[in-house]
Structure formats: structure tokens, C-alpha cells
């Protein structure tokens, strides 16, 4: 009974040195029932922030969710900001595409200085942003990612097309200050939507994403990115970012390029705290 006891007092005392309350008759886990409600808090703020919204072609639908600038006039004009998710998110319940990158967009300093209309589409379980052949390495255990060129956009790049379209008819929408940006597959999407619409974006931010580098030709001089990727990526490889940088810059653009050294597939946590990022990106306009 004796050893028990002292190994009992043993792992309270350790307990209570990372930051648990613990008595000798029960353990009352605050940190992680903070956690906890603090998750859940941001969430909420998520869902409810963000408006629900859909576009429909068809017989085919995107949903997407918009944050408007606070104290929104309809008067005015606004920059509109797209971000594209990752294969992960896809689906249609209209929430998972909010899982990255919000917080940044939710911030009450980033709102009051960065007024702008942000937008999170979701793409469909079975589509992709970008027309990329997904090729399964059973050696490895990894994927081979094969881009294409000139071919058709996919179904949810289309509908993506057509959602813009319908944004650049709004009177409140600045069509000089159009931007994107998106991570992994959205990464992917990035590029290539600029190289559809290169008279559109005024910047673009791409992170942990790939493009096949003749399409650099396209948008090179006329849309400014910033690359994003981490060099440990197990998923998309960073040779796909400076494959691109180097094509970009090979065709006369001046691209910028952020390669994260310790990081591996989640860079967008550094990319979306990079505090120039929303400084650079506003700095261009068509």
C-alpha cells in the first residue's frame, strides 16, 4: 500500500508541474477542458462569421462561405480574396473548407486594416481545383503528381470560374484588388486559375502546391505570387514550388519564394502567420 501511495504522489507531483490541478482524490484536467471550450469558441466564430452561400450551374453546385469587412457599406468597394482549401476538405457540408487560414482572416486587427471580402469555396468530394493526374508510387508509399497543360478545367474549376464571374458583377467588389491564394490542392488550383484568368488577379499566394512550369508563361508578368512550401514535405514535394519559381522567373516574373526548412505538408501554418503576407498581397492592383 505504501508503493502505491508513492507512486500515486509521484504522478501528482508531476502533473502539477506541467500545468495540471490534481488533488489526492480526483484530477480535475483544466488545460485541457480549456482546450477544449477554446476550440469549439473559434469554431463557432468560424460558422457563424462566415455566411453560407452557393452557386449553381446545373445541375452542379459550389458552396462556399463569405466573410464580409465589418461594418460593410454596399456603397463602397472592396478587395475580394479567394482561398482554396485541400483535397481534405472536399465535400458538401459548406464548413470543412474553413479549417486553415481563417483565424487570419478573423483577426479584429486584420479586419479594421484589411477590410476585404473573403471567400472559401469547397470543392467537390470526387473533383479537384487543378487538372492533375494523381498517380499512386506502391514503391514508396507516396503520390507522383503529373500537371497538365491546355487541357479543360475541371468541374469545380468551372464552377470556381463561374463564382468569380458572378463576384465581378457586384458593385461593391474592387475588380482592381482580386485576389487568391490556397494550400496543397488549393496550392495547385492557385496557379492554375491565375493562368486561366491572368487579367484578373492583381496577386496570388500558392502554398505547398504545383503546376505543370509551361503554364508560367501565362500569368508571369501579369500576376505577382508568393510561394510557399516547407522542404521535409512528405505529400507534394517542394521540388513542385521551385519548379515553379524557377519557371516564373525563367519567363521574366518576379516571383517571391518561402521555403520553409523544418517544416513538412503543413506549412500554411507559418504561410498564414507570415505578418507581410496581407501587407504584400494588398500592395498589388490591377
Known amino acids: 500500500m505504501k508503493i502505491k501511495l508513492i507512486v500515486k ?9 506541467i500545468g495540471f ?18 476550440t469549439t469558441l473559434l469554431f463557432a466564430q468560424k460558422t457563424t ?16 462561405r463569405i466573410l464580409f469587412p ?20 472536399r465535400g458538401n457540408n459548406n464548413e470543412d473548407q474553413l479549417k486553415y ?3 487570419l482572416f478573423l483577426k479584429d486587427s486584420i479586419r479594421k486594416n ?40 475541371t468541374t469545380a474549376m468551372k464552377l470556381l470560374l463561374g463564382l468569380l464571374d458572378s463576384f465581378l458583377e457586384k458593385p461593391f467588389v474592387d475588380k482592381a484588388k482580386i485576389y487568391v491564394g490556397g494550400l496543397s490542392m488549393g496550392g495547385m488550383g492557385t496557379f492554375e486559375i491565375i493562368g486561366r484568368r491572368p487579367n484578373i488577379f492583381a496577386a496570388a499566394f500558392p502554398i505547398c502546391g504545383g503546376d505543370n512550369t509551361q503554364n508560367a508563361l501565362k500569368f508571369a508578368k501579369k500576376v505577382p505570387v508568393w510561394i510557399f512550401h516547407g522542404k521535409k514535405d512528405s505529400v507534394v514535394p517542394y521540388t ?21 526548412p523544418n517544416d513538412d ?22
Open 70 to 89: 465589418l461594418n460593410f457599406d454596399a456603397s463602397k468597394k472592396y478587395p475580394l480574396i479567394f482561398v482554396l482549401h485541400g483535397s481534405g476538405e
Open 240 to 260: 513542385h514550388s521551385e519548379a515553379m519559381f524557377q519557371a516564373i522567373r525563367f519567363v521574366g516574373g518576379k516571383p517571391r519564394y518561402t521555403l520553409y
Open 265 to 286: 505538408h503543413n506549412c500554411w501554418t507559418e504561410a498564414f502567420a507570415e505578418p507581410n503576407l496581407l501587407p504584400w498581397l494588398f500592395s498589388f492592383s490591377k
Open 101 to 103: 487560414g481563417t483565424e
Open 9 to 17: 504522489n509521484q504522478i501528482i507531483g508531476l502533473l502539477n508541474q
Open 114 to 153: 484589411y477590410p476585404a471580402i473573403v471567400i472559401y469555396p469547397q470543392c467537390a468530394s470526387k473533383s479537384y481545383w487543378s487538372n492533375v493526374l494523381i498517380e499512386n508510387n506502391y514503391a514508396t508509399g507516396s503520390k507522383n503528381y503529373v500537371y497538365t497543360s491546355g487541357e479543360a478545367p
Open 21 to 38: 490541478y490534481v488533488s489526492k482524490s480526483k484530477i480535475i484536467i483544466i488545460p485541457l477542458m480549456m482546450l477544449f471550450t477554446f
Open 49 to 64: 462569421s462566415f455566411d453560407r452561400g452557393s452557386f449553381i450551374k446545373k445541375n452542379d453546385t459550389l458552396p462556399y
